[in-house]
């Protein structure tokens, strides 16, 4: 009877480095987020979590012009696995699995994207920061976006 109950947990137990790493939505992106630089702006938009989704949209441009947009999800999938898909412009969506995370910290990457490969969110106080970069960190592009007014 006691190796029958062994050999039925062990048939239940799946070793820890078959299992994704957890990874909690990063509330702390939640809110208005705006960057300015003379005629340069930037913004960026995040959902609260909600049924294992935040729902992200972003827009940069000079003076009136419109130079880039993005619309942007970060969700559980069935498997567990806690991802950002990127849809830029008209190109097709874009997948990037966390890879690491805290409590003010998030980083996603896609070693098979030409670029950007790893996409990183953390917080500064009430700033929240965002870089691209290749995944050995070279090519980096880094953004500061503060709360934006009346949010």
């Not at 005629?39 to 419109?66: C, F, N, Q, V």
């Amino acid at each position: 009877m006691k190796s029958a109950l062994l050999a039925a947990l062990a048939l239940f137990s799946v070793p820890a480095a078959a299992q994704p790493p957890t990874h909690a939505l990063p509330s702390w992106m939640t809110g208005a987020w705006e960057k300015t630089e003379s005629e340069k702006w930037a913004d960026e938009y995040w959902t609260p979590p909600r049924a294992g989704i935040m729902i992200g949209a972003s827009r940069s441009g000079k003076g009136d012009r419109l130079g880039f947009w993005e619309h942007m999800r970060i969700m559980r999938e069935t498997d567990g696995t806690l991802t950002f898909w990127a849809i830029a412009g008209n190109q097709p969506a874009v997948r990037f699995a966390a890879t690491k995370s805290s409590p003010e910290e998030i980083v996603f990457e896609n070693a098979q994207h030409d670029y950007p490969q790893r996409i990183r969110y953390w917080r500064n106080g009430k700033t929240l920061m965002a870089e691209i970069s290749l995944l050995d960190g070279s090519k980096a592009s880094r953004f500061s976006f503060e709360p934006m007014a009346g949010s």
